[in-house]
């Protein structure tokens, strides 16, 4: 077989997987692959492996091995055959394949038993060896399923699956069975397999709990007999959530109600219905199976008034489902409230939501209570028409209880109807009199679900024989009074007119008032219906305590209703009435008759004596057969005469009726099957013992009539209980009749109701109205089995916990809360009464403050009681309250919590945890108290604005929690913050109930933007102008005070200002002025740089900016602009337009501690005085303003330039013999030399002023300064008083301007000083050194000091500083040369010049001698520093420019055209040049000028007669060619020194304890070069030269060979024990002692020298050098010689320890010494030891030193430097 692809070399592998996520499971016994993948080896493709799968015993099976050559070279192999005897092939020893060509190789298994067999065949080339390998497998299982399955989110408690795929890949039949467990299901546990066959498996997850899950499910597969063979397994992997649920308003915007989710329908009209809508949300990511219910109330309900669509249902993840309930309400004027209780299987918690809504009835009132018809003949007839009004959004049903078809002499229509809401009816009354009597009729109209309605219907009616009395509404209103008040006393009709219970209408007849008094025994207007319609009740008077006139019975008539068993033939029927006198009066009664009625009472009319019965036969004979009849009989009685009335008083007739009914349906005859409908079909009476009212609705909707009656047969007991009224009726058709029921509820009546059967059209044909009447106890549930737990509470606060309470009755119900008077103090609710609904929750509120730590438990008693009966008995139940009074406290995490540092005038919001661990909750009232920690900073605690602010003052920790304050800290200032909050807690009230207690320190550090600036430099024009000057031109010390300074709050609100102004010239108001004065400089110069290094020396990130006036300008439109300009804008535009002050960068950030250098730039383009306002501004802090002046000078001008023009000398104390000597600057800023001269005058007359003593003297009052040079003006100034001088002195500058410069200086008594040093009186402090650290931008070198302050000294003192030059290059090597001319004679430095490699760093020994003459010394040392690659570039161009001088020197060109050729030879053998006329001739290179005058015309010699034009312009390239090359421009590095030196006698009283310590030269500095001094013989000079270096070489040589001399060495270990001599000598005496009274004759000069004011002194004081340098006399005596020769030896001393600490510290920089490592002591061995003799002092010395591990008093160790070899070690050399 050919090998389809190329793969990787065979590996025996027992477990292959697929590329899916699929794995096949095996038996023990190893599945094959599919096919053997090829391999390519040695250029042969071919494959790795055969594999025989299907064999069977006894056969031959063969395969063939394809060998192909892909290599482009020809292949020979050597194979080897298969070793056993199962394999066998048949082919050569050797194969030879070309390039491109295939080789088969069929190879042959002969099996012989079942088993397993493995062979290979080896093929052997000139790369190397490889086999394949031949194997024959048996058969067995394999099962392929996935390695893991996840099955979808699922809810808890619920169930989700999945499927996954179960495949046989063997070629097996293979049986299966799987593990079930809880949690995961698999179906089909078990099955059968054909080979190839794939089965779908599902699987079901069921979680009890919200967990991750994972289990491995194992299925067992093998044989059918053997299934336990091999095992295969599968991870399931399910995940649990809890599901939840969501009830929502859809018409509620918040979804976070206040007391849960609520559904309120509103105002619902009774019998109607009204929907809403809620969603069911589920916020969980699984989805949620629900079931829907009604809260149980543990009370017999009815049928529910609400109805819900949904009763169980599923929601997806983050899905909603909507729901709908329905309100139908069943009582008007009730409320109704249930809850709906949503139960999510799996959730943990149960969901309310809460149905209300509120039924309303109609409101029926008519437009008249009286229709007076008047006066009317006997047989006529009166409209009246009246209103019916429906003032509510009901639809109402009403009927008239009176018979309008011709049975009453009163009708109206329509008699019955409905009303639609908001609306109204016009009702036509008619009376029709037949007999001539007053009649009156009370008419009831009844209402559905409402009590009914009375109408009074008079009139009279006149014949020609009878004329009652006419009967008025008046009178029907004094009747009633009459009855009213029959029991009391008379009331006149004023004096109840007055009690407002009696109205006069417009015509002034009485009617009663609204607000009538009732009286104690008036009845509601259902009893007065009743009792109507019983036919015992007056209509007059609404009293049930008065008897009735006239009464009748019975009061409903059933004709044919119940027939006997003896039927007879005949339909006429009659049955009797009675009608009873009740009165004391005669009475006449008149029944009404109706025309073709079946139904007539006889007799028609009689008279009743007081108090007597009569009765009547009421007859029914229908007209017609198989029909129904109806009637309301009506009878009135009047009296006979009004005698037994007392008074005038008229009383209207009394009328009784009598219902009857009746059909004429022959017996068999069927009757009418009615169709009707009765709603309600189920009454529910108040569960109270009292008489209740309800009214149903039955309304007839067929085409037939029907006639209706109680049927009391079914249950005649309950059925008794129950009055219905009325109780029998014909109804016509679409006509309804309201029907009122009433009754008094019992506590024996069936919980379920009884059913009241109607017998319709007098047959078989019932309608059956279910009745509740039955009284139920009251019922409220109290939450927690009727106990309240409150939790552990602080004493004195109060902890508040909700409690429900639940009606769970059907009556509406109000409670009250009473809690005993001892227990008032402890606990109260909120709210303590109010009103429950049936089924209703309330939330109480309950407030406990204990009063004590203690165990509190009380008992309150709820009261409740039903609304409607409001006296009947109320019912009690109590709870238990538990509540424990502990103490409470609270704590912080950290007690002191370090903010850091925060910019004033920000915020920074922190957090502080406080903990509560106390067993109860605390509430508390936190205080700050603020301390500024800073010294010396005055402040007002009281006004003091308190930094920190807190969010919340008051509040409660919970027990063992802990609650984060949050505050804000907002320094107003630049201080130490330390603020402590404390605590007090608060009672129940809400007042403070402890003192305060600290909870922790909060420290934090206001601070803002600060900038500083810590050096600077100058380049370009003012290169040469020292630190000190710079430092005074831009006024930085003043600079510097402003920005760290405390800004105001204005600048620290606003960040960098830019486009804040609208004009070109932006107004200021910042305080803060300053002058950056950039000096003056020649017109066309070099600009004028400076730089400044900047630095942050706060904590925070400082954001800076140097604002122009036009970066302060608002950009506005073309037409905005006016374009006038004045002329400041105009110039300032000038000015920035041509950039003649620039600055680099203009802003930029600063880290704190970082430095940057910002270059400021004035360009000299033009003349004049230049000015520019700048803002520098620091972003939230200082703003300054920086006037930009510099000055530029035409070339030819003189220009004297100033520092300052107000100079301060430093003070001096009133006569002091030897004044200071001071110096003041002048420079010349030009271009041309200056003469200056000081005006004398004013210090004459200064003289004068002060009785002739010299206050101040100049000794070189005139002199003449070069261009760019600095002279120094030299001063004395001698206070006479002690008082401040101001001296406005003019310095005259010739042909240049005068400059008026103000000099200041104090006096001060030392009397008045006491003990204080007036040293430190100085007005003039020395700057303190720098530590350079940054370089400046394209600085090589750098100083390690810009300033040395050497402070006061003595007179004829040395003092020496060391000082470093480093390169700070890594690439330029760099030459220096310190310039004698800057430091004058006082200082020395050296070495004065040298070189330094990259990185390299030299030190440099300052040496400073002060002068004889006490001196304020101002120097500024200035340090060349030259790349030596620039140096190199131009001495290569130098001498290059000197050859070529040299060259043209030598040559010259023959110009005259006139020369013979004889005249060659003074070209020296060259070659005669072409005619002139051709051409000028060729060159090769430039030769010198001719030797003539300037004027290109003249004659010389007659060989140049005239210069042509190209050869002047020859000669001037050669001119400018020939011009001498500059040396490149050195850096210059200054070097400021100051010092102060005073005489020996003012230095030794005022620091006696320093005196020492300063060495003192006896050779003084003269202000000339020191003249030629005589050494005596034997000694040398000690002048600086090579002939002292020669000394110190040949002494050098000298004291090595002696210590390298072993007796020497032994002489000075003895010498310790020798006896001191002691010699007094002459050099120490006068050297060392501590007394300079000696030297004063010698060293100190006479003060008369000094203050005399004679001319010939003058001038000696004017001889001073070019330079300025201070000098002395030439007349003052000089120093004698012999002194100073015996110390010599010092002197060699001191050069010897000052080389010794110079080279200690050149280590220490090189790295050679470690100056912080720990001294090394050298141990000397035991004194027995030594071959030396030493002393016992000695000896003893030592062992004391050795024990005790320390140094005797006075030795200094230095560091790695043994203290014996200390003086062996550091030599001094001329070199060195």
Not at 89 to 98: A, G, K, M, P
Not at 207 to 230: I, M
Request: with cysteine; aromatic share 8%.
């Amino acid at each position: 077989m050919l090998a389809e692809d190329s793969g990787a070399p065979w590996k025996p592998s027992t477990d292959i997987k697929d590329p899916g996520i699929h794995q096949r499971h095996r038996g023990e016994k190893h599945q094959p692959q599919a096919s053997s993948q090829s391999r390519c080896l040695s250029g042969l493709e071919l494959k790795s492996e055969l594999v025989w799968e299907d064999w069977d015993l006894g056969r031959e099976f063969t395969k063939t091995l394809v060998l192909k050559n892909i290599h482009s070279k020809l292949q020979k192999l050597h194979v080897r055959p298969p070793v056993s005897k199962f394999f066998t092939t048949f082919i050569r020893q050797i194969i030879v394949l070309s390039p491109g060509t295939s080789f088969s190789m069929p190879v042959c298994f002969r099996p012989l038993q079942r088993c397993e067999y493995e062979d290979s065949i080896e093929f052997q080339s000139k790369d190397g060896s490889f086999q394949v390998c031949l194997r024959a497998i048996i058969p067995c299982h394999a099962l392929e399923v996935p390695d893991s399955v996840l099955l979808p989110l699922c809810a808890v408690q619920n169930s989700s699956n999945t499927n996954f795929l179960l495949k046989n890949v063997s070629k097996l039949q293979t049986c299966f069975q799987w593990n079930n467990t809880a949690l995961f299901q698999i179906s089909p546990e078990q099955g059968l397999l054909k080979p190839g066959q794939e089965c779908h498996i599902t699987v079901v997850f069921r979680p009890q709990e919200a967990l991750v899950y994972q289990q491995q499910a194992n299925c067992r597969f093998g044989d059918e007999g053997d299934k336990a063979e091999s095992c295969c397994s599968v991870l399931l992997q399910g995940i649990a959530k809890y599901p939840c649920l969501q009830l929502r308003n859809p018409d509620t915007k918040d979804d976070k109600e206040q007391c849960g989710p609520e559904l309120h329908f509103g105002s619902v009209a009774i019998g109607q219905s009204l929907q809403k809508h809620f969603d069911i949300f589920n916020p969980s990511p699984v989805t949620a199976s629900f079931s829907l219910s009604r809260l149980s109330s543990g009370a017999h309900l009815l049928e529910s008034e609400f109805i819900c669509d949904v009763t169980r249902g599923k929601v997806a993840p983050g899905g909603s489902l909507r729901a709908a309930v329905t309100y139908t309400p069943a009582v008007v004027d009730s409320v109704s409230v249930e809850y709906l209780s949503v139960k999510c299987r799996g959730a943990l918690n149960e969901t309310l939501l809460k149905l209300t809504g509120n039924s309303i009835g109609p409101k029926v009132s008519l437009s008249s209570a009286v229709v007076d018809f008047g006066c009317v003949e006997e047989g006529g007839a009166v409209v009246q028409t009246v209103e019916l009004v429906n003032s509510a959004p009901v639809e109402a049903f009403y009927q008239w209880d009176l018979d309008c078809t011709g049975n009453s002499v009163f009708s109206i229509q329509p008699a019955s109807g409905t009303l639609c809401p908001h609306s109204h009816t016009t009702l036509k009354a008619v009376y029709r009199p037949t007999q001539p009597i007053a009649h009156h009729r009370r008419v009831t109209c009844i209402i559905l679900h409402r009590d009914p309605i009375f109408l009074d219907l008079i009139g009279t009616c006149h014949s020609e024989l009878q004329h009652p009395v006419i009967l008025k509404p008046e009178h029907l209103v004094l009747y009633k009074l009459h009855w009213y008040h029959r029991r009391d006393p008379p009331d006149t009709l004023t004096a109840m007119q007055q009690e407002n219970k009696v109205d006069l209408d417009q015509e002034g007849v009485p009617c009663l008032g609204e607000e009538s008094h009732p009286g104690p025994g008036k009845i509601t207007p259902m009893e007065e219906y009743y009792q109507s319609c019983l036919g015992c009740m007056d209509p007059l008077s609404c009293s049930s305590l008065s008897s009735p006139h006239v009464s009748v019975v019975p009061s409903e008539l059933l004709f044919n209703h119940k027939i006997s068993s003896s039927l007879s033939s005949s339909s006429t029927s009659s049955l009797p009435v009675s009608i009873t006198n009740h009165t004391r009066g005669k009475l006449g009664l008149v029944w009404t008759a109706a025309q073709d009625s079946p139904f007539t009472v006889s007799p028609p009319s009689c008279d009743l004596a007081p108090l007597k019965s009569t009765s009547f036969r009421v007859t029914y004979d229908p007209k017609q057969l198989n029909t129904l009849h109806g009637a309301q009989l009506e009878c009135f009685a009047y009296y006979k005469d009004n005698r037994h009335i007392e008074g005038q008083l008229l009383c209207p007739p009394w009328c009784v009726t009598v219902r009857v009914i009746g059909h004429s349906f022959l017996p068999g005859k069927e009757h009418f099957i009615p169709c009707c409908s009765l709603q309600p079909p189920q009454v529910a009476f108040p569960a109270l013992s009292v008489l209740s009212y309800r009214t149903v609705l039955l309304q007839n909707s067929g085409e037939l009539p029907l006639t209706f009656c109680l049927d009391h047969s079914s249950n005649p007991a309950l059925a008794e209980s129950v009055s219905v009224v009325p109780s029998c009726g014909l109804l016509q058709p679409g006509k309804h009749q309201i029907l009122t029921l009433r009754t008094t509820p019992t506590e024996d009546s069936p919980k379920q109701g009884f059913g009241l059967h109607l017998r319709l059209n007098a047959a078989k044909h019932t309608k059956e109205l279910t009745v509740v009447s039955v009284v139920e106890k009251l019922c409220v549930s109290l939450e927690g089995d009727n106990s309240l737990y409150f939790q552990p509470t602080a004493v004195g606060s109060r902890t508040r916990r909700s409690h429900h309470i639940r009606n769970l009755s059907r009556l509406p119900l109000r409670f009250q809360w009473s809690i005993p008077e001892p227990d008032q103090e402890l606990i109260f609710v909120e709210p303590d009464a109010g009103e429950l609904h049936p089924n209703e929750s309330s939330v109480q509120i309950w407030s406990f403050s204990p009063l004590g730590e203690q165990t509190y438990t009380l008992t309150p008693t709820l009261t409740f009681w039903p609304i409607q009966a409001p006296g009947c008995n109320k019912s009690h139940r109590t709870l238990n309250v538990v509540g424990l009074g502990s103490k409470g406290f609270i704590e912080a995490e950290t007690a002191v919590l370090d903010v850091g540092e925060i910019l004033v005038g920000s915020c920074r919001a922190i957090q502080l945890p406080l903990v509560n661990n106390s067993p109860c909750s605390v509430s508390y009232c936190l205080s700050v108290q603020q301390i500024l920690l800073d010294a010396g900073l005055t402040y007002d605690p009281g006004t003091e604005p308190k930094a920190l602010q807190l969010d919340c003052e008051r509040g409660t920790i919970v027990s063992h929690s802990t609650m984060l304050l949050r505050s804000t800290i907002r320094p107003h200032r630049r201080a130490q913050y330390l603020w402590t909050i404390s605590y007090q807690m608060l009672n129940a009230s809400g007042f403070v109930s402890s003192p305060p207690h600290a909870v922790c320190e909060v420290r934090a550090k206001g601070v803002f933007p600060t900038l500083q600036v810590i050096d600077v430099c100058s380049g370009g024009s003012v290169g040469r102008l020292s630190k000190a000057h710079l430092w005074e031109l831009f006024s930085l010390d003043s600079l510097n005070e402003h920005m760290l300074s405390n800004p105001s709050p204005a600048e620290l609100t606003h960040r960098t200002p830019t486009m804040h102004s609208l004009s070109s010239f932006p107004s200021v108001f910042t305080k803060d002025m300053l002058d950056f004065n950039f000096g003056a400089t020649p017109m066309n110069s070099e600009p004028s740089i400076f730089v400044l290094m900047f630095h942050n020396p706060g904590s925070i990130p400082v954001d800076w900016a140097f604002l122009f006036p036009a970066d302060q300008q608002i950009e506005l439109d073309y037409w905005a602009e006016t374009g006038e300009f004045s002329s400041t804008e105009l110039y300032q535009m000038k000015v920035q337009d041509n950039h003649l002050f620039s600055i680099s960068p203009r802003s930029g950030t600063l880290l704190p501690g970082q430095q940057r250098a910002v270059h400021f730039t004035h360009s000299h383009d033009s003349a004049g005085k230049d000015r520019l306002p700048v803002m520098l501004k620091l972003s939230y802090g200082r703003e300054t303003l920086l006037n930009f002046q510099g000055l530029t000078v035409e070339r030819d001008r003189p220009c004297l330039h100033v520092a300052s023009k107000q100079h301060v000398f430093t003070s001096v104390t009133v006569g002091d013999r030897t004044p200071p000597k001071q110096v003041y600057e002048l420079h010349n800023c030009g271009a041309v030399p200056l003469r200056y001269e000081v005006d004398t005058a004013v210090l004459s007359q200064l003289k004068v002023d002060n009785f002739n003593h010299p206050v101040l003297v100049c000794f070189n009052p005139e002199g003449e300064l070069l261009p760019g040079r600095t002279a120094m003006l030299e001063w004395i100034f001698s206070p006479l008083e002690p008082k401040m001088y101001h001296m406005d002195i003019p310095i005259h500058v010739q042909d240049g301007d005068s400059t008026l410069v103000r000099f200041e200086g104090c006096g001060f008594d030392s009397l008045t000083l006491g003990s204080t040093n007036p040293f430190n009186c100085s007005d003039t402090k020395a700057p303190e050194p720098r530590v350079k650290t940054v370089s400046f931008p394209g600085q090589v070198v750098i100083l390690s000091e810009d300033s040395v302050s050497l402070g006061n000294i003595p007179v004829c003192s040395r003092s020496s500083r060391i000082l470093f030059l480093t390169n700070v290059s890594h690439t330029d090597s760099v030459h220096y040369k310190w310039l004698k001319e800057s430091y004058q004679q006082v200082v020395q430095i050296h070495p004065e010049q040298g070189g330094l490699c990259p990185g390299e760093s030299a030190l440099c020994a300052l040496t400073f001698t002060s002068t004889d003459y006490p001196t304020c010394y101002q120097l500024d040392v200035i340090c060349q520093v030259i790349l030596e690659a620039s140096l190199t570039r131009y001495r290569d161009a130098l001498q290059r420019w000197e050859e070529e001088k040299e060259r043209q020197r030598d040559e010259f060109t023959i110009t005259d055209k006139n020369l013979t050729e004889t005249q060659g030879v003074l070209i020296d053998k060259e070659p005669v040049a072409a005619p002139v006329n051709k051409g000028p001739p060729f060159r090769k290179y430039k030769t010198l000028p001719p030797i003539c005058p300037s004027g290109g015309c003249e004659t010389v010699g007659a060989i140049c007669t005239k210069i042509l034009r190209a050869e002047r312009r020859a000669q001037r390239e050669t001119a400018k060619s020939l011009k001498r090359l500059e040396p490149p421009q050195p850096a210059l590095l200054h070097l400021g020194v100051t010092a102060h030196s005073h005489a020996l006698l003012e230095y030794f009283s005022h620091r006696p304890d320093q005196f020492n310590e300063h060495y003192r030269c006896f050779q003084p500095v003269k202000p000339q070069r020191p003249e030629a001094t005589s050494f005596p013989a034997g000694l040398p000079s000690t002048t600086h030269g090579p002939e002292r270096d020669i000394t110190v070489h040949v002494l050098t040589s000298l004291l090595r060979g002696v210590l390298d001399d072993p007796a020497f060495t032994h002489y000075l270990i003895t010498l310790p024990s020798k006896p001191i001599p002691h010699r007094l000598q002459e050099t120490s005496s006068s050297h060392c002692s501590s007394s300079p009274s000696s030297l004063l004759p010698h060293l100190t000069p006479k003060p008369h020298i000094l203050l005399s004011g004679t001319a010939e002194q003058k001038e000696q004081h004017n001889a001073v050098d070019s330079e300025g340098t201070a000098g002395r006399s030439k007349n003052e005596p000089r120093t004698q010689n012999t002194p100073h020769t015996e110390h010599v030896p010092a002197d060699m001393c001191e050069d010897v320890l000052l080389n010794t600490l110079q080279n200690l510290m050149m280590e220490a920089v090189r790295g050679e010494l470690v100056l912080t490592a720990l001294p090394r002591t050298v141990i000397l061995p035991p004194v027995f030891t030594r071959t030396r003799k030493m002393s016992k002092a000695m000896a003893e010395k030592e062992r004391e030193i050795l024990r005790n591990g320390k140094e005797p008093a006075g030795t200094h160790h230095l560091p790695n430097i043994p203290k014996l070899t200390l003086p062996l070690l550091f030599i001094p050399t001329a070199s060195s």
